[in-house]
């Protein structure tokens, strides 16, 4: 069966640090990966999304970047972290965008 | 045209009543309309999904309406309980990625 990990579960950085969140994918192959982030209002801001290694398409111009080091890791980072970036960040995997879609448990970002 | 429009934004039902989630699209593209439910500090799981052929989708106590004319569908969930205080988005997607809609916060009260 596929299992999606994403960590750490919460996190606290100050400001202008860096940040490096994590998600793989387990039991499937060349899955679509994606990157979303929750403000407290509710909403899901797609951030990033990638059909492949390699390729990452940006939805919202912002401080953060993406990767896709192998096919089943997605990586989202930043070099200086602003007090904005604060929310709840959610990595997701589909097969097609016709399918179900599975998230992780999603990592509470608080920049202090 | 890449939006989703959903509303309400929040939603307050009594227990054994009917709650009722609209959502409204404008890319005719769009071919796949899925509704997520939402746990707090969990992540979005599938709830129900339909495909613009059909007009209606069933599931136990939740169901979809789909009207393609008006490119518009909803949630209706009946006998609503308690264990169904969470938050749903619904989504629509084509050969891209999925795109989600707002969120409405639904609260049953017993």
């Known amino acids: 069966s596929q299992t999606i990990h994403q960590w750490p579960a919460t996190l606290v950085q100050p400001v202008g640090s860096p940040l490096s969140l994590e998600c793989t994918v387990e039991g499937t192959s060349n899955p679509n990966l994606y990157w979303y982030r929750q403000a407290a209002g509710r909403g899901l801001q797609l951030l990033f999304y990638?059909?492949?290694?390699?390729?990452i398409s940006s939805e919202v111009p912002q401080n953060l970047s993406a990767s896709r080091p192998q096919d089943r890791q997605f990586i989202l980072s930043s070099k200086k972290l602003l007090l904005s970036d604060s929310g709840f960040y959610l990595c997701?995997?589909?097969?097609?965008?016709?399918?179900?879609?599975?998230f992780g448990q999603g990592t509470r970002l608080t920049v202090v | 045209q890449q939006q989703v429009k959903q509303s309400p934004q929040s939603l307050i039902v009594q227990k054994g009543g009917i709650s009722i989630i609209n959502c409204a699209y404008e890319?005719?593209?769009?071919?796949?309309f899925p509704w997520y439910q939402q746990f707090p500090g969990k992540g979005p799981a599938l709830l129900i999904a339909?495909?613009?052929?059909?007009s209606e989708k069933k599931e136990g106590r939740f169901t979809i309406s789909f009207n393609k004319s008006a490119k518009q569908f909803s949630l209706h969930i009946m006998d609503s309980q308690p264990g169904d205080s969470a938050t749903y988005f619904c989504a629509a997607s084509g050969a891209q990625k999925l795109v989600f809609g707002q969120g409405t916060r639904l609260t049953i009260n017993p």
């Open positions: 339909i495909r613009p052929d059909v």
């Open positions: 990638s059909v492949g290694i390699g390729q």
């Open positions: 890319n005719t593209a769009f071919d796949y």
């Open positions: 997701a995997w589909d097969r097609s965008a016709r399918t179900e879609a599975f």
